[in-house]
T-cell receptor, first 113, second 115 residues
Framework: DAMVIQNPRYQVTQFGKPVTLSCSQTLNHNVMYWYQQKSSQAPKLLFHYYDKDFNNEADTPDNFQSRRPNTSFCFLDIRSPGLGDAAMYLC????????????FGPGTRLLVL | AQKVTQAQTEISVVEKEDVTLDCVYETRDTTYYLFWYKQPPSGELVFLIRRNSFDEQNEISGRYSWNFQKSTSSFNFTITASQVVDSAVYFCALSEATGTYKYIFGTGTRLKVLA
């Protein structure tokens, strides 16, 4: 089945220790998104890629970076995680058409100690 | 300004009751798209429905139905004969025809279905 896969599902890191979350997709979608979701809140878009074009949200901290080496994979790098970065990180994909549906992966829950 | 309001923060119902989740949106665009997602405790956002602004037909899918009314800028979601497995957070989202592909999410409604 075509899908969006995120690894790992749970990640524990230490304060200030870089961490990388990964996302892959078999849907062959042009657009990939990274969201941060904190408890009892809606997902918040961090950035998205349209093919290799990177689009950062204005309020995304510099601490968050992303890489998309090919169509299938996208990575979220948190350079120096703080306690406030503990959250669920959701990856999503869509076709590059107006109003297209975004399909989400299962998420990675990040804990910062 | 674009906005999605889900005024119900949390709803509790007893199994087999019907329940309606409200979604009110604001947009200046004439072309836009509305979505509903379910987020069970596992965390994944599961797509339920997509509706474009030119299609006001109501939709039914099993126990789920959606009522889209442009006159009141609402896109409400009804679950008939609710089940415990329906317990989740439900998000309504708006996407405009801006070419950015972004969603504007509502704050979500937590539905608890009690056995």
């Amino acid at each position: 089945d075509a899908m969006v896969i995120q690894n790992p599902r749970y990640q524990v890191t230490q304060f200030g220790k870089p961490v990388t979350l990964s996302c892959s997709q078999t849907l062959n979608h042009n657009v990939m998104y990274w969201y941060q979701q904190k408890s009892s809140q809606a997902p918040k878009l961090l950035f998205h890629y349209y093919d290799k074009d990177f689009n950062n949200e204005a309020d995304t901290p510099d601490n968050f970076q992303s890489r998309r080496p090919n169509t299938s994979f996208c990575f979220l790098d948190i350079r120096s995680p703080g306690l406030g970065d503990a959250a669920m990180y959701l990856c999503a994909t869509s076709r590059a058409e107006e109003g297209e549906t975004q399909y989400f992966g299962p998420g990675t829950r990040l804990l910062v100690l | 300004a674009q906005k999605v309001t889900q005024a119900q923060t949390e709803i509790s119902v007893v199994e087999k009751e019907d329940v309606t989740l409200d979604c009110v949106y604001e947009t200046r665009d004439t072309t836009y798209y509305l979505f509903w997602y379910k987020q069970p405790p596992s965390g994944e956002l599961v797509f339920l429905i997509r509706r474009n602004s030119f299609d006001e037909q109501n939709e039914i899918s099993g126990r789920y139905s959606w009522n889209f009314q442009k006159s009141t800028s609402s896109f409400n979601f009804t679950i008939t004969a609710s089940q415990v497995v329906d317990s989740a957070v439900y998000f309504c989202a708006l996407s405009e025809a801006t070419g950015t592909y972004k969603y504007i999410f509502g704050t979500g409604t937590r539905l608890k279905v009690l056995a």
